[in-house]
């Protein structure tokens, strides 16, 4: 085994595609693909499984890259503390539902630990790639709603990828509408007053069913509904077409204006948000850094 073999493996996890790691190595497919497997019979485990679809960790492979990632952090302390080397760039990645408060907790984690290189990802994406994202290391952490109906599913989930689900705060729903929509101007409004407004939802690609909706009350109707993909696209249209959505509530006037504004919606349900890691793997110093920024942001 070779410190070079564990850069590959990180990388190959980092990317989630032999090709892009391969790419970014600046060496060829085969080679790296002959090195990992050379690893793998040499360690006698499966570190990565492949299929059609691509590559992912195995349960191994990920307890393997969280011990491999220890080592070169060790090494490269070495190296800076005996040669002089420059420090490699930082990297760290989140997955996470379309909230602005986990945008605000990023920010602040960049202007307090950014370094002169970094290479930080935040993915607001679907809730099953969130979750596959986390089981395959590509983020660290997730950030993701439960609730009474879809928790069993989740929790199904999470479990058979050795995850855990973390409470960040419960809430009441609300929804987000313009400043200039004819419901602003209420302390509370009902299911029954939002059917002329249009509905806007975030599309979950090919697992767009109700139990990984973002939003609270997925298996109502609407006379009109939109799917979009993108906050920005969502509060556009919220504005544009006096629109809603359905969601926590808090919002960050700083990141997003004050044209959009949360108004409580009356219904008995609740949403408990959280963020998911791996049962096995300790949040690195950076994970753990962001986790504090969310509950500074969510305070």
């Not at 220890?70 to 070495?78: C, K, S």
């Not at 950014?114 to 596959?132: N, P, S, V």
């Not at 809603?244 to 959009?260: C, F, K, Q, R």
């Amino acid at each position: 085994m070779t410190l070079q073999q564990l850069k590959y493996v990180i990388e190959v996890a980092n990317q989630g595609s032999i090709n892009e790691a391969a790419k970014r190595l600046f060496i060829s497919q085969p080679s790296l693909s002959n090195a990992i497997r050379d690893l793998e019979l040499e360690m006698q485990i499966m570190i990565f499984e492949r299929s059609n679809k691509g590559i992912t960790l195995s349960k191994e492979g990920v307890e393997f890259l969280s011990y491999a990632r220890q080592v070169v952090e060790q090494a490269e302390l070495l190296e800076n503390r005996y040669r002089g080397a420059k420090p490699s760039p930082q990297y760290f990645s989140i997955s996470t539902q379309h909230y602005a408060f986990a945008v605000n907790a990023f920010v602040n984690l960049v202007r307090e630990y950014g370094q002169d290189e970094y290479e930080f990802a935040l993915r607001e994406t679907k809730t099953y790639e969130i979750i596959e994202d986390v089981k395959n290391l590509r983020s660290e952490i997730g950030i993701l709603y439960m609730n009474e109906f879809n928790g069993k599913v989740i929790n199904k989930l999470l479990k058979d990828a050795n995850l855990q689900f973390n409470s960040l705060f419960t809430a009441k729903p609300h929804i987000f509408i313009s400043i200039r929509n004819p419901l602003a101007k209420q302390s509370i409004v009902t299911i029954k007053q939002l059917q002329h407004y249009p509905y806007l939802s975030f599309d979950q690609g090919e697992y767009n069913s109700f139990h990984f909706s973002e939003e609270i009350l997925s298996t109502l109707t609407h006379r009109k509904s939109i799917r979009v993909n993108d906050r920005a696209t969502l509060f556009n249209l919220l504005i544009g077409l006096n629109g809603y959505t359905i969601s926590t509530g808090v919002l960050s006037a700083d990141l997003n204006g004050n044209e959009i504004i949360p108004v409580p919606l009356d219904c008995d349900e609740t949403i408990h948000i959280g963020w998911i890691s791996h049962k096995n793997v300790p949040l690195s110093k950076l994970g753990a850094a962001y986790i504090q920024a969310l509950k500074q942001v969510i305070t």
